[in-house]
């Protein structure tokens, strides 16, 4: 087995595949020292600087004195300390939701997410170009996944017209594409939404904290934020903190609560972290 595996990795090595990590010394920037150097950092998704910010570093610092190192159980057990919901509120107040739900990555909120919402019986319609982690949490919700080329509204529609499913509906876009940085067309898919009977699920990691007259986003920067009903989020990004989330409204995130596996199964974030998305927000 262990030569089956050398092969691959000499394949992709080969192929020019192969990926291996570089470590970036001292705190995020927009300059790092890079294998020795100093380097202008542009890969970052660090865009407002504020993974290094002395607020932020110094709620981190008081929740650990207050608080511990870490919350010692997943939500549902023992695992929801204060400032879960103390976040959970602020993220709501922010995004103008009735509720939120704080998971510990994009990658498990997508998955989460999209598992509880979506099953077999069930369609997601997909852009082609959504990020790993939504078509991930598409696949494994065991729903039928449909993937419409991409921003092709026309395209989005006949598949609407077209495909059968005596189940939930679910449209899932990024709002901001992270490889081309491209926004969806959400007031076009939001009238789809609406005329099909369809949820909408904007994952809006890349533009949260930079788009919008209040840096709430893709929703807020086309003008239907109301008619989004899962707006998904990180705060590693443009909050420079970590974790991710879900707003939406209170019956949807008490769902997810119940349903998104994901959140059920890990251990809560810790105190340092949830100060410090508190601080960014």
């Known amino acids: ?100 739900l704080v998971f510990n990555a994009g990658y498990a909120a997508n998955v989460g997410i999209i598992g509880a919402l979506a099953g077999k019986g069930d369609v997601i319609f997909s852009d082609r170009l959504n990020h790993a982690s939504i078509v991930d949490g598409a696949i494994l919700s065991r729903a039928r996944l449909v993937r419409y080329p991409h921003n092709d509204l026309a395209a989005l529609r006949r598949l609407l017209q077209n495909t059968d499913c005596q189940g939930r509906r679910l449209i899932v876009t990024d709002g901001v594409f992270s490889m081309d940085g491209d926004l969806a067309p959400l007031a076009g898919i939001k009238a789809l939404k609406e005329e099909f009977g369809c949820l909408l699920m904007v994952d809006d990691a890349h533009g949260c904290g930079v788009l919008g007259e209040h840096g709430r986003g893709s929703a807020e920067w086309c003008g239907v934020a109301d008619g989004v009903d899962i707006q998904m989020g990180t705060l590693g990004k443009a909050l420079g903190s970590f974790g991710a989330y879900a707003a939406a409204k209170q019956e949807i995130i008490e769902y997810l609560v119940n349903r998104a596996r994901s959140f059920i199964f890990s251990t809560s974030l810790p105190p340092a972290v949830l100060a410090a998305s508190i601080a960014a927000l």
């Open 1 to 100: 087995m262990l030569e089956e595996i050398r092969q691959e990795l000499d394949e992709l090595k080969r192929l020019g595949l192969y990926r291996s990590m570089r470590q970036v010394q001292g705190a995020q920037g927009s300059r790092v020292v890079l294998d020795g150097k100093e380097v202008v950092l542009f890969c970052s998704n660090n865009y407002l600087g504020l993974a290094d910010h002395p607020l932020l570093k110094e709620a981190a610092i008081r929740a650990v004195e207050r608080f511990g190192t870490g919350s010692g159980a997943a939500r549902l057990v023992s695992g929801t300390m204060e400032l879960h919901g103390e976040l959970e509120r602020r993220i709501a107040a922010f995004k103008g939701t009735e509720a939120a």
